[in-house]
């Protein structure tokens, strides 16, 4: 089954087509319309530059005024063999089709509605016959059974005609497409960018990115360059201003070796202001009684920082680097 976009956005094309996959663009003037396009001609030459087969629309009241309007298109530039000319369903259009397809010029039957629409333009040799599909379910007709019926006739008679479901309003058409068995869709940018989305399906990569994060890259390349250090001699009201420099809820305390004594958290501070009152401010940091801060070295692999957390309950871990203290890795780095 092809798959075309369908837009006339410039900027959504051509993030569509470095994709590398889509097989052409269908374009109307209402969408040219709707962007504010004024100079027709010139989009649809940047256009045809950029994308493997362009179908454009070959206005007319006649079919020698479609048949005019395609070669009028062909000579400004366009490939004959990379354009596809799209003519609204009447007799004059199967009429100009059949003109078009006697010199080996692609064309499109659309605004397609009912059976007999798209038997007229399969037998007027056109390679395109394409329902729409939104259009005419927003008017409450089963356009699936049209588009079903549309694809029986082709393969039941042998004709050389594609059946494009077109007008898709959202991801159910397309799952629809491919069950009826067309063999083309032309679908908006918006439900492009949706086809591949599926909410298990992020879940999933994340998860696996997660496991692979923790089991290939170490705590030196994920925890901050800042190390909150202070010495034991720093008081508690500029060990607050520290952490607040720093951006940690904690800093790390040394002695005069530079060797961690503990980390001082502000759940420390909260619970040495409620114990000994504002007077524990003007304390000295090595006045206080540490536990053996939780530790991990630089080298160790995220994994290992991981099941450190669990096992000891804590959000912060002293990073050591030849039993010196080098920072802090916060459990939100992981």
Partial sequence: ???????????????????????????????????????????????ADIVPVLQVEALGKTAEEIYAEAHRQINMGLDPKKSVFKIPISLEGVKACRMLRNEDIMVNVHLVYTLQQAYMAMHAGANYVCPLVGRLQDQGHDALSLVEQCVDAVNYYGYDTKIMFSSVRNIEHVRNAINIGVHNITVPYKILTQMSENNFTKLGTEQFYEHTRLM????????????????????IQEAIVKMTE??????????????????????????????????SLKMKLGDLKFNKPVSIDADELLFKANETFKEFKVDNLLVTANAKPVGLLDIQDL
């Avoid at 901050?224 to 720093?234: E, G, K, L, Q, Y």
């Avoid at 980390?263 to 009152?277: K, N």
């Fill in 1 to 47: 089954m092809e798959l075309y976009l369908d837009s006339a956005d410039f900027n959504e094309i051509e993030k569509a087509f470095k994709l590398g996959f889509l097989d052409g663009l269908t374009t109307t003037p209402t969408f040219m319309h709707r962007h504010g396009v004024t100079d027709v001609d010139s989009l649809i030459l940047k256009l």
């Fill in 216 to 235: 290939t890259v170490k705590v030196n390349e994920v925890m901050s360059s800042i190390n909150p250090v202070v010495s034991a001699d720093t008081d």
């Fill in 246 to 279: 720093y951006g940690f809820g904690c800093i790390i305390v040394t002695n005069g070796n530079d060797e961690a004594l503990g980390v001082f958290t502000d759940g420390d501070l909260r619970r040495l202001l409620q114990s000994s009152g504002r007077d």
